[in-house]
């Protein structure tokens, strides 16, 4: 039902926003749980939270499956660099790289009975980079603010 929404939202004459649809997906389903939108403005630095977190589990599944892929089927240099994405990182490089101790309190958050693995840390800082990168060009402190201001009337005819 959320895909469909989905669709519907970026072809119904808004301009699109420049993050990925899998992002735009996971905010819509946490804010369809919510089913309050005022609630949603009003405690967005709780909403960000379940949906960076929303958005890092699935986006660690999604790594973590090709990079098995390849590891398992990969060229010399694919298996290599899987090999090596697949690494557990020690409490060293999680404190001592500045964007691994940045992500550092949402991975624990999100890999909680896992070590924690150099791919969780790349694809997380990434993320991360990426949604403040977004935030700051729509000059906004929420990625819950900016989605509900740029979804409204499609997710209030939607009924959510």
Known sequence: MITT????????????LEIPEE???CALNILYQNRNLVNAIDNKAEMDDYIYRAVLKQAFEKARLETETAFNEGNAIAHQKAEKDLAVLSREE???????????PLLVKVVTNEPILR?????????????????RKHRATSVTEIIVKHYAAQINEAGF
């Open 119 to 135: 791919l969780h840390a790349d694809v997380a800082s990434g993320i991360i980079l990426n949604l403040a990168d977004f935030k």
């Open 23 to 25: 992002i735009i997906s």
């Open 94 to 104: 999680l404190v001592t790289d500045p964007f691994y101790r940045a992500v550092l």
């Open 5 to 16: 929404s989905i669709e519907q939202f970026s072809t119904k004459g808004n301009a699109p």
